[in-house]
């Protein structure tokens, strides 16, 4: 292992806290805080032995089990029923807060938001989230999510996935 002061690899390494933060050096650099206990000797450590519920690997029945972590299940990203925000939110945002003729303080206090993020919204700088779009949409009365369209991803000529450039040429 490798000094985490200077780096070397020459000699062996010691427990030394340095500034309350225990540290692995050697022994040019221990100097520079207290040796808390020197480390053994390469030859002398030993692998810890195996545990009685781990055998090889394989786990015996009735040895205590650690927890699993429930992975989240994946969300489908070309899910075609799912909704997405419009490309042009900020100018539907706008058109339908000049329609009814507030500011953006106005707006901000009705829906409870500062007048700063009605700005970012308007200026298309800021990506509302979806429970602000939830907002927006009642109050203003507006269509901010659409839903989205399912994709071919067959390549219609090569019989191959869809690459970008195909992508493009459908969209024309």
Do not use: W
């Amino acid at each position: 292992m490798a000094c985490e002061m200077c780096g070397s690899q020459k000699g062996r390494l010691l427990s030394v806290e340095v500034e309350g933060v225990p540290m692995r050096l050697c022994q040019s650099c221990a100097r520079f805080g207290t040796v808390l206990e020197p480390e053994p000797p390469e030859e002398e450590r030993r692998p810890p032995a195996p545990s009685s519920a781990d055998v090889s690997g394989l786990r015996i029945r009735g040895a205590a089990r650690e927890p699993r972590l429930r992975a989240k299940p994946q969300k489908d990203v070309l899910a075609p029923d799912e909704e997405e925000l419009v490309g042009d939110y900020h100018v539907r945002i706008r058109k339908a807060r000049e329609a009814m003729g507030l500011n953006h303080e106005d707006l901000g206090k009705r829906i409870n938001e500062k007048k700063s993020v009605i700005a970012k919204l308007e200026n298309g700088t800021f990506r509302p989230d979806n429970a602000l779009v939830r907002k927006l949409e009642r109050f203003l009365n507006v269509k901010l999510k659409e839903k989205v369209e399912a994709v071919d991803l067959k390549r219609k000529d090569a019989g191959g996935p869809l690459t970008l450039g195909d992508f493009i040429k459908q969209g024309k």
